[in-house]
């Protein structure tokens, strides 16, 4: 969401997703995830792509310990990285819907309200869609 309305990046824009999650990555191949939670995430993921009209081509593992990862590891440890540019800060509390869409993927929320897929299809395509 961030690529397609922040950096305002075309439709058919072709986006590698590198990570050191292979979990997560094969999720992301792969199409297919087990839990609840992942379920909604995985909608959710998947109406981001029909909105922004993004390409996703087949992510690619990086191990965690290497140079590449070192910056984004940091960020997701809320490790300060050197060199970033804090221009590039999105503020995504600042987005209508997104804290919300966050809330309704967690891993913490019911499992049992994430299983009617059509009403959670109807929510998060009003969530992405306030972001589109």
């Known amino acids: 969401m961030v690529i397609s309305k922040v950096l305002k990046v075309p439709r058919g824009t072709r986006i590698l997703w590198k990570g050191d999650n292979k979990a997560a990555l094969s999720w992301v191949n792969d ?3 087990r839990s609840a939670s992942a379920q909604a995430s995985f909608i959710a993921y998947s109406w981001i792509l029909v909105r922004s009209g993004l390409v996703l081509v087949p992510a690619r593992h990086v191990p965690g310990a290497s140079a590449e990862m070192k910056d984004l590891d940091d960020l997701s440890r ?9 221009d590039l800060n ?3 509390a600042a987005y209508d819907g997104v804290n919300e869409l966050f809330a309704l993927c967690s891993p913490l929320r019911d499992s049992t309200v994430l299983k009617d897929h ?4 109807e929510n998060i395509s009003i969530l992405v869609n306030r972001f589109f």
């Open 31 to 33: 199409n297919k995830a």
């Open 78 to 86: 809320e490790r300060t990285v050197a060199g970033l540019d804090p």
């Open 90 to 92: 999105v503020e995504l």
């Open 118 to 121: 059509a009403i959670l299809l």
